[in-house]
């Protein structure tokens, strides 16, 4: 056992955080923290790490182990470069290296006795700069940088001048290079884009010692937890198994906590009418009955109703108006900025109900593409791209930096102002799925953080009446059942959806199709996320004739440009594009077809059989060499079906 935690208790002032927080970590397991916000989560980190002290119970880590912490904000050194950063974790072994040298310019000078003692001294040196990856170490600083996302022209950066996301990613890099026992980590994937988070994925995946994670990355802890620790109302449990194994039991556990709860309050109410009864009859012996019927009633061990945060909530999001079919039509869409070249002769069509998940690397120009639909920027060549919006398209537009709301109200003056029809309780109820209960909702605008007016302004959306939702990266400062609210929200919307979002799950729980911005071009794939993982490879080949690895935003910037026509075979051009899409639902209906048709003639074959075995037909001759007959026409008829849609498919 790595980490045991016995009845661990702690509250800030009458907040209880945890009443009873008991589980153990094995070595080189990998477990997941989770709860809504504020209920605990990196506060249980803190008090595993030494940085806050339990108030009460045992925290025990076994003898002779290491842990490493990443928090959520980061204080790094002002001075040293991103590169020299993460070098300074290779000290140790940096400080090997300079005494093997030392050693080696001293090995010129000396002789005899003291020449063997200082080889013997080099050899352990030696030896020991091999066990520490002393070989190796310059090159796992570099494979880690660019797992993170960042460039090699970007090594020799101040960390002095980089974002807090930036910062933050250097101490994952930090963390991950001293290779701890147990890693604590909160939100280690908050400002990496889906080609880090793949890459931090599989290094965790690969690591030799275990892993405690909070995160609000669903996918995330699906591939990585084995065992999920909940934090709800001070109390703590534990689950075996991944993060939607874990939903699944939480839901089966809060059911089967509710049913009893109803049960025991039908049988309160039960009890309560007979006691009514029996006095209303007014006599000695029904009286006594009555009273041992009370006692009863006030020993009994009362269930609490187990509290909720209704992800059964539906938001009510549909459009005042149905838009055409052709909801945005663009082509020869271009944009770069100075040197740098985003994107050029895009194309890009969406119908009316589809739901189009823009995915893509930091920095290839996902959001810029949200802007240019939405009149927030031009695009290059204006005279030659084309931007269309279809018949009675509205558009909602969410943007991260984009808020539209007036500082001097408050939140629930924010919302009832703009809806005055909403009634108290119903904006209530929708500001609490996002994360604004009680007093919260009184407070002003301009004293919120800038997540919290991300919440206000997408709570606001979700009332809007359009028929074409643009959203750029909607889930963040959301928690784990505010996201299943809004999933729930958008798959119920019958108008059409094109998003930016970098959640795997929420991606794969809402897509209906996929557009990877990569190598300055769309890579388009029907389905969801998972779906497009598995055919990425051979997509990524067709479309850019490049191969189906993940490419750095630097590494798009730095490939040869495309022509505004792409000329090349292996470039689309946007009515080749229209023409293979359309080849591509033509034959989607035939397999569908065909699936039919094999289907009917299965059945078919299986009511002949069953006639032939029938004991009463045993005896008629015609009608068993008809049924024969008949079998072998719907038996040929079925292979050649089987051949046609094996082909097809």
């Given at each position: 056992?790595?980490?045991?935690?016995?009845?661990?208790?702690?509250?800030?002032?009458?907040?209880?955080?945890?009443?009873?927080?008991?589980?153990?970590?094995?070595?080189?397991?990998?477990?997941?923290?989770?709860?809504?916000?504020?209920?605990?989560?990196?506060?249980?980190?803190?008090l595993i790490v030494g940085l806050e002290d339990a108030?009460?119970?045992?925290?025990?880590?076994?003898?002779?182990?290491?842990?490493?912490?990443?928090?959520?904000?980061?204080?790094?050194?002002?001075?040293?470069?991103?590169?020299?950063?993460?070098?300074?974790?290779?000290?140790?072994?940096?400080?090997?290296?300079?005494?093997?040298?030392?050693?080696?310019?001293?090995?010129?000078?000396?002789?005899?006795?003291?020449?063997?003692?200082?080889?013997?001294?080099?050899?352990?040196?030696?030896?020991?700069?091999?066990?520490e990856g002393g070989y190796a170490y310059k090159s796992?600083?570099?494979?880690?940088?660019?797992?993170?996302?960042?460039?090699?022209?970007?090594?020799?950066?101040?960390?002095?001048?980089?974002?807090?996301?930036?910062?933050?990613?250097?101490?994952?890099?930090?963390?991950?290079?001293?290779?701890?026992?147990?890693?604590?980590?909160?939100?280690?994937?908050?400002?990496?884009?889906?080609?880090?988070?793949?890459?931090?994925?599989?290094?965790?995946?690969?690591?030799?010692?275990?892993?405690?994670?909070?995160?609000?990355?669903?996918?995330?802890?699906?591939?990585?937890?084995?065992?999920?620790?909940?934090?709800?109302?001070?109390?703590?449990?534990?689950?075996?198994?991944?993060?939607?194994?874990?939903?699944?039991?939480?839901?089966?556990?809060?059911?089967?906590?509710?049913?009893?709860?109803?049960?025991?309050?039908?049988?309160?109410?039960?009890?309560?009418?007979?006691?009514?009864?029996?006095?209303?009859?007014?006599?000695?012996?029904?009286?006594?009955?009555?009273?041992?019927?009370?006692?009863?009633?006030?020993?009994?061990?009362?269930?609490?109703?187990?509290?909720?945060?209704?992800?059964?909530?539906?938001?009510?999001?549909?459009?005042?108006?149905?838009?055409?079919?052709?909801?945005?039509?663009?082509?020869?869409?271009?944009?770069?900025?100075?040197?740098?070249?985003?994107?050029?002769?895009?194309?890009?069509?969406?119908?009316?109900?589809?739901?189009?998940?823009?995915?893509?690397?930091?920095?290839?120009?996902?959001?810029?593409?949200?802007?240019?639909?939405?009149?927030?920027?031009?695009?290059?060549?204006?005279?030659?791209?084309?931007?269309?919006?279809?018949?009675?398209?509205?558009?909602?537009?969410?943007?991260?930096?984009?808020?539209?709301?007036?500082?001097?109200?408050?939140?629930?003056?924010?919302?009832?102002?703009?809806?005055?029809?909403?009634?108290?309780?119903?904006?209530?109820?929708?500001?609490?799925?996002?994360?604004?209960?009680?007093?919260?909702?009184?407070?002003?605008?301009?004293?919120?953080?800038?997540?919290?007016?991300?919440?206000?302004?997408?709570?606001?959306?979700?009332?809007?009446?359009?028929?074409?939702?643009?959203?750029?990266?909607?889930?963040?400062?959301?928690?784990?059942?505010?996201?299943?609210?809004?999933?729930?929200?958008?798959?119920?919307?019958?108008?059409?959806?094109?998003?930016?979002?970098?959640?795997?799950?929420?991606?794969?729980?809402?897509?209906?199709?996929?557009?990877?911005?990569?190598?300055?071009?769309?890579?388009?794939?029907?389905?969801?996320?998972?779906?497009?993982?598995?055919?990425?490879?051979?997509?990524?080949?067709?479309?850019?004739?490049?191969?189906?690895?993940?490419?750095?935003?630097?590494?798009?910037?730095?490939?040869?440009?495309?022509?505004?026509?792409?000329?090349?075979?292996?470039?689309?051009?946007?009515?080749?594009?229209?023409?293979?899409?359309?080849?591509?639902?033509?034959?989607?209906?035939?397999?569908?077809?065909?699936?039919?048709?094999?289907?009917?003639?299965?059945?078919?074959?299986?009511?002949?059989?069953?006639?032939?075995?029938?004991?009463?037909?045993?005896?008629?001759?015609?009608?068993?060499?008809?049924?024969?007959?008949?079998?072998?026409?719907?038996?040929?008829?079925?292979?050649?079906?089987?051949?046609?849609?094996?082909?097809?498919?």
């Amino acid at each position: 056992m790595l980490l045991a935690c016995h009845h661990v208790q702690k509250s800030f002032g009458t907040n209880v955080i945890l009443r009873d927080a008991s589980f153990h970590i094995e070595e080189k397991e990998k477990a997941a923290i989770v709860g809504i916000n504020g209920a605990g989560k990196s506060t249980l980190l803190k008090l595993i790490v030494g940085l806050e002290d339990a108030d009460g119970g045992e925290i025990i880590l076994a003898k002779g182990k290491t842990i490493g912490y990443l928090a959520q904000h980061q204080e790094l050194s002002l001075h040293q470069t991103i590169y020299e950063e993460l070098l300074s974790v290779k000290q140790p072994v940096i400080d090997l290296e300079q005494k093997m040298r030392a050693a080696e310019k001293q090995m010129k000078q000396l002789s005899g006795h003291e020449l063997e003692a200082l080889m013997e001294t080099y050899a352990s040196l030696s030896h020991q700069f091999e066990q520490e990856g002393g070989y190796a170490y310059k090159s796992e600083v570099t494979g880690v940088l660019k797992g993170l996302g960042f460039s090699e022209e970007e090594f020799t950066k101040h960390t002095g001048v980089l974002s807090g996301g930036q910062k933050t990613r250097i101490a994952l890099g930090k963390l991950l290079l001293t290779k701890p026992d147990l890693l604590l980590m909160d939100e280690p994937t908050n400002h990496l884009d889906l080609n880090s988070i793949t890459w931090l994925e599989t290094y965790l995946q690969n690591y030799d010692g275990a892993v405690i994670l909070v995160s609000h990355d669903r996918y995330f802890l699906d591939r990585l937890a084995r065992k999920v620790i909940e934090i709800k109302d001070g109390d703590c449990t534990v689950f075996s198994g991944n993060y939607t194994e874990y939903a699944k039991k939480s839901r089966e556990l809060l059911d089967a906590k509710l049913h009893a709860y109803w049960n025991q309050q039908a049988e309160i109410a039960r009890q309560e009418e007979v006691i009514r009864k029996l006095k209303s009859f007014n006599r000695e012996k029904s009286v006594r009955r009555a009273q041992s019927r009370e006692k009863m009633l006030r020993s009994m061990d009362r269930i609490e109703r187990p509290k909720q945060l209704d992800a059964n909530m539906r938001l009510s999001l549909q459009p005042a108006l149905e838009s055409g079919n052709d909801v945005l039509h663009i082509e020869h869409l271009s944009k770069r900025f100075g040197d740098q070249q985003l994107f050029s002769d895009l194309a890009i069509d969406i119908k009316r109900g589809e739901r189009v998940a823009l995915i893509g690397g930091n920095g290839t120009g996902k959001t810029t593409i949200l802007k240019i639909i939405n009149g927030l920027l031009a695009p290059d060549q204006p005279d030659q791209a084309n931007i269309t919006l279809g018949s009675n398209v509205t558009i909602a537009y969410y943007d991260q930096e984009y808020h539209v709301l007036h500082p001097e109200k408050t939140i629930f003056e924010e919302i009832s102002d703009a809806y005055p029809n909403l009634t108290n309780t119903e904006i209530r109820n929708l500001l609490a799925a996002f994360l604004f209960t009680g007093d919260d909702v009184f407070a002003p605008i301009h004293t919120l953080s800038g997540g919290e007016c991300g919440r206000v302004s997408l709570a606001k959306l979700m009332l809007s009446q359009a028929n074409f939702l643009i959203l750029d990266e909607p889930t963040n400062h959301l928690d784990m059942v505010s996201k299943e609210i809004l999933e729930k929200a958008l798959l119920h919307y019958s108008g059409t959806i094109l998003y930016v979002s970098h959640d795997r799950y929420f991606i794969n729980q809402t897509a209906t199709r996929i557009l990877e911005l990569t190598h300055r071009t769309l890579v388009p794939c029907n389905g969801n996320y998972d779906y497009y993982l598995e055919k990425r490879e051979d997509l990524i080949r067709l479309y850019t004739g490049k191969n189906g690895g993940a490419p750095s935003p630097r590494e798009d910037r730095d490939a040869p440009a495309s022509g505004s026509g792409q000329t090349t075979e292996s470039k689309q051009s946007w009515q080749e594009h229209k023409e293979q899409q359309a080849a591509m639902r033509k034959r989607e209906n035939q397999l569908n077809r065909l699936e039919l048709e094999i289907t009917d003639l299965e059945e078919q074959l299986r009511g002949i059989d069953a006639q032939l075995s029938d004991p009463d037909n045993g005896a008629n001759v015609p009608l068993l060499m008809e049924l024969s007959r008949s079998r072998q026409q719907l038996e040929d008829t079925l292979n050649k079906k089987m051949e046609e849609w094996e082909s097809l498919a």
